[in-house]
């Protein structure tokens, strides 16, 4: 056998391994290709791969700057919600603030109606509180003693069962189920 017969391979003209790299990237991309194909038709379905490849990049590259504006949009966005979070319970709060100034700028009056003006002035810092979701933490007298909720300041003998709230020193607050400041109780002591 002489060498020519062993790799047929070797015969083929290098247009032919052309057409046959052409026809297998044609079939990976998803066309139907002849194998007979003349020089013109390689060429227009390279042309057509190539304008499939420009399309995907372009899309590509779309779809990508797409995904950096969404991200600095959201990026700015919880920027802002953390920057203007107190704003709304801010306005409920100017209301307030505008009776306590009113307070201090009245001429001096009997006591009673000093009080009842501080009066109306925590009506509208518990409206407040409560349009801001804050809540009051003040336990009863006699009520059971929560940790998650009090904070025992000192145990003292009592008559009332024990662990449970003698007096409360401080209110306590709550925004929306979560602990700003648990209520300073007394506790009554074991017998």
């Keep these: 056998m002489t ?30 290709l002849e194998p007979e194909l003349t020089m013109e038709s390689n060429t227009q379905l ?19 700057a797409e995904g950096e504006n969404i991200r600095r949009r959201a990026t700015e966005d919880v920027a802002k ?22 307070a201090l700028n009245a001429e001096a009056v009997d006591a009673k109606a000093f009080k009842e003006g501080l009066e109306i002035t925590l009506k509208q810092l ?5 349009k801001g979701r804050m809540a ?28 449970t709230v003698v007096s409360v020193l401080q209110r306590g607050y709550s925004i929306a189920d979560r602990i700003l400041r648990p209520a300073l109780v007394t506790v009554s002591a074991p017998k």
């Design 126 to 130: 518990i409206s407040a509180f409560e």
């Design 136 to 163: 009051e933490i003040n336990p009863a007298i006699a009520d059971k003693f929560d940790p998650n909720l009090h904070q025992a300041i000192a145990s003292v003998p009592s008559e009332q069962d024990a662990n």
């Design 81 to 102: 919600a953390h920057k203007f979070a107190i704003e709304s319970f801010a306005e409920h709060l100017v209301p307030v603030a505008d009776s306590l100034y009113a």
């Design 3 to 32: 060498q020519e017969n062993q790799n047929p391979s070797a015969e083929q003209p290098q247009e032919n391994l052309e057409s046959e790299q052409v026809i297998d990237a044609g079939a990976s991309a998803g066309l139907e």
């Design 46 to 64: 390279i042309d057509e791969l190539n304008q499939k490849l420009a399309d995907m990049q372009d899309s590509f590259m779309r779809a990508k």
